[in-house]
């Protein structure tokens, strides 16, 4: 939830990481930077965390470099991971041992993913399916819950009887927050619409405290309109009407996948930016692309640095300035529509042109 | 996996179901009798199974019906599910008492879900995406593990401190089955390509018998291409390129979800054809469209029944009749490029010109 108490001075936790995560972090750094209102300062602190440091140290998130973090207002994360199969790098170890670490120990309960179709971007829907209708959604996807746990784990591994569980763990704690959470965000936004994704007619228990806790919350928000869409039939409407939705809240997992289905169908995820937000301000959020490292285009000033700048926009509103933040936005809308198609541009060029609209 | 040894004579249990059910099904019917090999004899029996029952006897599945369908040699299933929120109709009594209970008992763990975009249809996906290429894979969806296993529960329900968790059971045995099939079937295809959907960096225990398993049956069976996929990054590649697909093996849930996806993106649920198949023959197979009852237009004969044709034709290849099979696909795929945009026919009306093709 955007904070009504704008913060004059910060202290920037800066985590740029692998592959293209420190070009796109350098360009969000300089239009924050830009965008940023006079007398706010910020003081960084970068810290080197992802496969390039497991790799050279073993070191994945040293609990003193957790309690440092923690320490930080906000963070800032560019992208971790390393090459696909390196056989040094066990799976999961960074996304489990780091960035849902990171979630987790920071209580990012609301992770944030704004989708709109910005101008001048092209959706690979047709246009009979657009038809100029504006898309402009946004999910809260659970963060700290769901499938995501780590709670499961494996018995008489490779061999002919081995079995593995992963447990999805639900609480009325953890879903009653993230649905006011939602229900919150649904009721500042113009349309004021919610739709619960969930599969409550297969994961019954699950299902069962999620949509009893959202007609609960519902009650209390008459204003806002409220709809159920099983997650299978959330692929459907997401492809064949997006512009039914406003705010979507749902669990951990359908909220991952869900929420790059949206990212695809709005132009691509090289524009999706994500906030894992602590609403109650005990720790640092967390502010990040969705995009990978993408390791195959790293440090050839070819990645798309827009979805890292707006990421840079969600922290500047998380900290209480909102009009800095639609700065960038704007300055960002901007750049899209000027864009000419297949003209590529440097990184450092897409981010120089936003930091100059900001600016100017 | 298709008998060789074609069946000149079946029991067929017929379960039409809700809603638009009983007739897409009695089209689907009349098509499977026109494209059944002469001298081929189907037995039928009908079981009034689903909402309507429920709501009229308490009675979901009794353990008799279940036996008596058992001794079929195969199951066409029109739709089922009551009104949405009816308040007489737990969430999941059906799905989980009847749908996945047959798919459960019966060992349909072969969930195989065909995705064309067939002339004629469109798609939500725009020409630039689709440029013309052909879009034409199937997902072996995991039909007996996973997160549908039912296993979880909850904790003091209906209080601030209610838990409630879903627990998804992967085996050796159960992984490894379904990845044959899935290896077998991308052999007889041209282009002979496995793409395994997962989410082996976050759920690591399922994840890591998914993928060992997929290495090692890849192992033998070097004349197939494989690669790997996260399910959020299938997304983005069903929506972007799914020219890309030949056949994709993935879990329960995932396949629940990306076949809605697939269905989505080849021209509607209302084409989507499924069979629940138990490849080792110890029980009947289930043939059913991915549709709903959509009990909204139920009665109405505004139903498209393709999709629960194209499940009879699915019936008719696993019962070892693959030219009748063929049939049924070519008279669709006429039907379909012959269709007006805009013109509505009836249901039995589809069902006469397919079945009319089917004939002559
Ligand atoms: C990298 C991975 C752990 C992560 C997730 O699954 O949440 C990513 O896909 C995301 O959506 O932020
Ligand atoms: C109705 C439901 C239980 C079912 C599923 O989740 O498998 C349906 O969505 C399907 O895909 O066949």
């Given amino acids: 939830m955007t904070s009504s108490t704008p913060v004059t001075s910060a202290k920037?936790?800066?985590?740029?990481?692998?592959?293209?995560?420190?070009?796109?972090?350098?360009?969000?750094?300089?239009?924050?930077?830009?965008?940023?209102?006079?007398g706010i300062k910020f003081e960084q602190t970068r810290y080197d965390l992802g496969a390039e440091r497991y790799l050279a140290t073993g070191e994945v998130l040293p609990e003193s470099t957790l309690e440092e973090i923690r320490a930080h207002d906000a963070i800032l994360l560019g992208a971790v991971g390393g090459k696909p199969n390196d056989p040094n790098l066990p799976p999961g170890?960074?996304?489990?041992?780091?960035?849902?670490?990171?979630?987790?120990?920071?209580?990012?309960?609301?992770?944030?993913?704004?989708?709109?179709?910005?101008?001048?971007?092209?959706?690979?829907?047709?246009?009979?399916?657009?038809?100029?209708?504006?898309?402009?959604?946004?999910?809260?996807?659970?963060?700290?819950e769901g499938p995501y746990t780590g709670n499961g784990g494996a018995l008489r591994v490779g061999t002919p009887a081995e079995v593995a569980t992963e447990v999805s763990v639900n609480t009325a704690y953890g879903v009653e927050r993230v649905i006011r959470d939602a229900f919150a965000r649904a009721e500042r936004r113009t349309r004021k619409k919610l739709t619960l994704v969930h599969k409550t007619n297969v994961l019954v228990n699950a299902g069962s405290v999620w949509w009893r806790l959202f007609e609960a919350v519902a009650a209390e928000h008459p204003d806002?309109?409220?709809?159920?869409?099983?997650?299978?039939?959330?692929?459907?409407?997401?492809?064949?009407?997006?512009?039914?939705?406003?705010?979507?809240?749902?669990?951990?997992?359908?909220?991952?996948?869900i929420t790059d289905l949206a990212a695809a169908i709005t132009g691509g995820i090289g524009l999706a930016a994500s906030g894992n937000v602590n609403p109650d301000r005990t720790a640092p959020s967390m502010f990040e692309p969705v995009h990978g490292s993408a390791p195959d285009i790293a440090g050839q000033q070819k990645a798309d640095p827009t979805a890292a700048i707006l990421s840079a926009s969600l922290l500047l509103d998380h900290l209480g300035h909102p009009e800095a933040a639609a700065a960038i936005e704007t300055?960002?809308?901007?750049?899209?529509?000027?864009?000419?198609?297949?003209?590529?541009?440097?990184?450092s060029e897409v981010g120089d042109a936003i930091a100059a609209r900001v600016a100017g």
């Fill in 93 to 144: 170890i960074l996304e489990r041992g780091l960035l849902l670490k990171l979630r987790f120990e920071l209580d990012h309960y609301v992770n944030l993913r704004p989708s709109k179709i910005f101008p001048g971007v092209v959706s690979p829907l047709g246009e009979h399916i657009l038809k100029g209708a504006e898309v402009d959604f946004v999910v809260v996807r659970e963060g700290t």
């Fill in 12 to 38: 920037l936790a800066v985590i740029p990481g692998d592959g293209i995560g420190p070009e796109v972090t350098a360009e969000a750094l300089k239009v924050l930077e830009v965008a940023s209102p006079a």
């Fill in 224 to 257: 806002v309109t409220t709809d159920y869409m099983h997650i299978d039939a959330a692929m459907i409407h997401m492809t064949t009407d997006p512009a039914r939705f406003d705010v979507i809240v749902t669990d951990n997992l359908f909220g991952d996948i």
């Fill in 331 to 347: 300055a960002v809308l901007a750049d899209l529509s000027a864009r000419t198609p297949g003209q590529a541009r440097r990184t």
